[in-house]
């Protein structure tokens, strides 16, 4: 059974860090794309940070260019979003994502969420 298990968010200040971590089960984690997307109230679901399953390749969002950094542990089939210098237009809920291809289907997996509030 594919799992996406996020975990790390809260309640932070503005100014403040946070890191969020998503650990991946029933898949091969290393043939798969992951993501890191973003969806405040009322906007719509954005991507925010990706890296490649073979060159590792990250990239981000203008918006959080500079604060958020995006890593993989493939031994742990974990990826994590380090983010500093957290604003409150951060405020979101963060959902990790696993895209792979096959011959003829692409495969899409999507974790629960865990909510980010930068508040002060």
């Known amino acids: 059974q594919v799992q996406l298990v996020e975990s790390g968010g809260g309640l932070v200040q503005p100014g403040g860090s946070l890191r969020l971590s998503c650990t991946a089960s029933g898949f091969r984690f290393s043939t798969y794309d992951m993501n890191w997307y973003r969806q405040a109230p009322g906007k719509e679901r954005e991507l925010v940070a990706g890296i490649t399953r073979v060159t590792g390749i990250t990239n981000y969002a203008d918006s959080v260019k500079g604060r958020f950094t995006l890593s993989r542990d493939i031994a742990k089939n974990t990826v994590y979003l380090q983010m500093n210098s957290l604003k409150p237009e951060d405020t979101a809920v963060y959902y990790c994502?696993?895209?792979?291809?096959?011959?003829?289907?692409?495969?899409?997996?999507w974790g629960q969420g865990t909510q980010v509030a930068v508040s002060s």
């Open positions: 994502n696993a895209v792979g291809y096959g011959l003829t289907k692409r495969y899409d997996y």
